[in-house]
């Protein structure tokens, strides 16, 4: 069949008028689109033939032309954006001020410790007391009105004596000129407010320091272990350290350090504690307190001491119960043996106020008659050190150090106010028995 005629183009939609230009410029009337052209009438299909042959398909009219699209309004001009301001100039760096000066300790003047303490019973009738201060003091101020010591009667009399005072410890002590009264309180006082002991900075003590004691019956009494320090084998300053397969058979602890060294806990090592371990804890704080307590009391024993330097070894044996001083070191090179007489409560107290105790190599410490370990102080002003195999007996109380060689075996505590104690390899220490 013929094809069919092409339909007619519409005609071009009208072009809308342009926006006028803004601030924002308002967008142009959108044109109106054109109208569609009309589509072409079919062809008329051709005359069949008897077997003629298909007619061509008609061609498909052409689809009219879309109308044109108004033009889009023109956007309004932008307005200019404003210059950025100039980066200002950067300032000087200022000069660093002067370091200033170190300021003056100016704390408070309060008491640390005091011996003996608040109501202790049985007390030596050759005790000294002692505080121990935490400043440094004005030493004129320490005088017989600002520490005394009274004793019992109606109008609490004056006891006469001498005081000294230890500027390496802050510590001041009042010595009796004669033994005191046995079974019998007594009560120690230390002036404060403007008219009492002042330090170096002129600060005094808030209030009077008042508290008392009662003698006992013995000359020579035990030096005063706490119930927290009792439970002590071995306590230090700065560290306990342990090399090799050692033992110790009570508490352990150290202040204000913190290291404990060789043992299963906290750190993995072969050294074994059959008790509880304190670490700056509030228990061993407590201790070390009690301890200096101690270390007073045993320094501050006078009355009634026996002249003993040297090799105790060598001294006619056995020592019996008393107080021995040193001016220099003690030693125990052989055999030591200390005779109760069958006295279960027989003290001994061994005094080296500014020196050393040593052992030779397998010395022993023999006690007969009822001696007992507990009862045994050994008072060393700085180091102690027990030899390689050593039997030894007795409470040690170091201001320095304490080293336990190998094997050595120490029945009694190694007890250390300021640095470390150290035990090699097969050392052991037992707390005694009470």
């Known amino acids: ?55 061509a398909t008609g061609s498909t009219g052409t689809n009219g032309t879309n109308g044109t699209n108004g033009s889009i309004g023109l956007t309004g001009a932008t307005g ?11 300032g000087s760096t200022g000069l660093t001020g002067a370091t200033g000066s170190a300021g003056t300790n100016n704390a408070p003047l309060l008491i640390n410790s005091i011996a003996p303490l608040d109501l202790e019973t049985g007390v030596s009738i050759s005790r000294a007391v002692s505080v121990i201060f935490n400043n440094a003091m004005n030493i004129p101020t320490i005088d017989s009105n600002s520490f005394k010591l009274t ?40 002036l404060g407010g403007a008219t009492g ?21 013995n000359l020579i ?17 700065s560290t306990v350290t342990s090399t090799g397969f050692t033992l110790i058979n009570g508490d352990l602890g150290v202040s204000p350090g913190t290291a404990i060294v060789g043992f299963a806990i906290p750190n993995p090592g072969p050294g074994t504690i059959n008790g509880t371990q304190h670490s700056n804890d509030a228990t061993v704080v407590q201790a070390k307190i009690d301890l200096l307590s101690a270390f007073n009391d045993a320094v501050s024993r006078s009355t009634g001491s026996i002249s003993m330097s040297g090799d105790l070894s060598i001294q006619p044996q056995p020592i019996l119960p008393g107080l021995y001083t040193s001016g220099s070191s003690m030693a125990i090179s052989g055999t030591l043996t200390l005779d109760a007489k069958g006295d279960p409560n027989a003290v001994w107290i061994f005094q080296m106020p500014s020196s050393t105790l040593t052992t030779g190599v397998a010395s022993k410490v023999i006690l007969i008659n009822g001696a007992k370990a507990n009862n045994i102080f050994w008072q060393v002003g700085s180091s102690a050190t027990i030899d390689t195999d050593s039997i030894f007996k007795g409470n040690i109380i170091a201001a320095t150090s304490i080293t336990i060689n190998v094997g050595a075996q120490v029945e009694g505590r190694a007890l250390c106010t300021n640095g470390a104690v150290t035990l090699l390899d097969g050392a052991n220490v037992s707390k005694p028995t009470p």
């Open 1 to 55: 069949g013929s094809a069919g005629t092409a339909g007619a183009t519409g005609s071009t939609g009208l072009t809308g008028s342009a926006g006028t230009a803004g601030a924002t410029g308002a967008t142009g009337a959108t044109g109106l689109s054109g109208s569609t052209g009309l589509t072409g009438a079919t062809g008329s299909a051709g005359t069949a033939g008897t077997t003629g042959l298909t007619g």
């Open 80 to 90: 200019s954006t404003g210059a950025t301001g100039a980066t200002g100039l950067t």
């Open 151 to 190: 004793g019992p009667g109606p109008v609490f009399p004056v006891i006469a004596g001498s005081l000294s005072y230890d500027s390496l410890l802050n510590r001041s002590t009042f010595k009796p000129s004669v033994n005191l009264t046995a079974s019998t309180t007594y009560i120690a006082t230390i």
């Open 197 to 217: 002991v002042k330090d170096t900075n002129g600060n005094a003590l808030a209030a009077n320091k008042v508290w008392s004691f009662t003698t006992g019956t």
């Open 221 to 237: 009494r035990p030096i005063f272990f706490s119930s927290v320090l009792s439970n002590f084998a071995v306590i230090a300053g």
